[in-house]
């Protein structure tokens, strides 16, 4: 069973900076895409960055509202994806879930993790 297991949200001052680490169960060379999304109250789910497997490495890519705030990392030793948030605001509040998927038999499994809670407020 493929699990996803983040860690690293919390309360922060507006400015100011997180980490978010979510450790994938399976390779990284059996998935297509990893990623981070978030969801506010009220909104729907969205996303915030991903990390997609091509010929010639790893293609990352951002929502323009976290363009040049967050970046999006992996760390093959400790089979982890990693979101690194900075300048926050409070518009960054929200429930972050990181993903991953595979491509089987034509199909797309995309696995989630549980959330972890970020929160930006004084």
């Known amino acids: 069973q493929v699990q996803l297991v983040e860690s690293g949200g919390g309360l922060v001052l507006p400015g ?8 994938v169960s399976i390779s990284f060379h059996s998935t297509n895409s990893m990623g981070w ?4 109250p009220g909104k729907e789910r969205e996303l915030v960055a991903s990390m997609t497997s091509v010929t010639s490495g790893d293609r990352t ?13 992996k760390n093959n030793a400790k ?9 926050l ?4 509040t929200a429930v972050y879930y ?3 998927d595979q491509l089987l038999g034509g ?3 995309v696995y989630w993790g ?3 809670q970020v929160t930006v407020s004084s």
């Open 16 to 23: 100011g900076s997180l980490r978010l680490s979510c450790v």
């Open 37 to 40: 999304y978030r969801q506010a």
């Open 61 to 73: 890519s951002y929502a323009d509202f976290v363009k040049g705030r967050f970046t999006i990392s």
């Open 79 to 87: 089979n982890t994806v990693d979101l690194q948030m900075n300048s």
């Open 89 to 92: 605001q409070p518009e960054d």
């Open 98 to 100: 990181c993903y991953a």
């Open 107 to 109: 199909r797309t499994i």
């Open 114 to 116: 549980q959330g972890t």
